[in-house]
């Protein structure tokens, strides 16, 4: 189990704590490299968080962002992610930031995933993964229940990006794979709540990624795990 969780007080001060940790690792990814990739969660918890980043002091036009999953909408509809993002995070100077995408507006899911998965294939390692809890112990959209949810949690996987079916949740999801995710730098969960804080507990308890896909991650050797909470 190689996890660490920082409770941070309030939503306030956990949406300025993870800002200004994301903001100083892109700032090295730039410094080092030239370049910085950021995805980040859908959801209502990051959208605080994508207010504090946009107004960091970075040269955004050297900063890709992208998202850990998407629901199979318009980037126009209520319930887009990518409209959460670019409503939320790609605003002010953060407007030059490079952002992609993975609706991609083809015949279906499928079609989508599949031309996501090409371009999420051809990204570097990311420097920060930002993921998102459900109540169920979902992250992305890696739903239990969800037909092809083993396949995504396959670390040695050769998809970066799957179309599942939540068995209840909305929409078909677009979802970066566990063998995508993984390829960062910097791995994040972003939760509030007392009942998020128990998922975790009894996910990290859990070897059932299948029942229990946050376990997945708060379980692997590979990449820290640091949870950013608040009641
Ligand atoms: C999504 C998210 C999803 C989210 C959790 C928590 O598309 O909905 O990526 O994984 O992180 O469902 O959602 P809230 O932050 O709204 O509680």
């Given at each position: 189990m190689s996890y660490s969780v920082e409770n941070f007080g309030s939503r306030e001060a956990l949406d300025r704590g993870l800002c200004a940790r994301v903001e100083a690792i892109l700032q090295a990814a730039i410094d080092e490299r030239g370049s910085a990739f950021c995805v980040v969660s859908g959801g209502s918890t990051p959208l605080g968080f994508f207010r504090q980043l946009?107004?960091?002091?970075?040269?955004?036009?050297k900063v890709t962002f992208g998202l850990?999953?998407?629901?199979?909408?318009?980037?126009?509809?209520?319930?887009?992610n990518e409209r959460a993002v670019r409503s939320h995070?790609?605003?002010?100077?953060?407007?030059?930031a490079e952002f992609v995408p993975l609706?991609?507006?083809?015949?279906?899911a499928a079609a989508d995933a599949a031309a996501a998965d090409q371009t999420f294939k051809t990204l570097?390692?990311?420097?920060v993964v930002l993921l998102g809890l459900g109540l169920?112990?979902?992250?992305?959209?890696?739903?239990?229940?969800?037909?092809g949810l083993q396949a995504a949690l396959e670390?040695?996987?050769?998809?970066a990006v799957a179309a599942l079916q939540p068995p209840a949740a909305p929409h078909t999801r677009l979802t970066l794979t566990v063998a995508r995710l993984i390829n960062t730098r910097h791995l994040f969960v972003q939760a509030t709540s007392a009942e998020k804080l128990e998922v975790l507990s009894a996910a990290a308890a859990s070897e059932d990624a299948l029942s229990m896909p946050i376990s997945w991650f708060l379980n692997q050797q590979l990449v820290p795990l640091q949870v950013f909470w608040a009641p």
């Open positions: 946009s107004t960091a002091k970075l040269d955004f036009s850990v999953d998407e629901r199979w909408v318009s980037p126009d509809h209520d319930d887009s995070l790609l605003q002010g100077a953060a407007s030059s609706f991609g507006g083809g015949p279906d570097p390692t990311f420097d169920d112990a979902h992250t992305a959209s890696l739903f239990p229940g969800a037909v670390p040695g996987g050769c998809s």
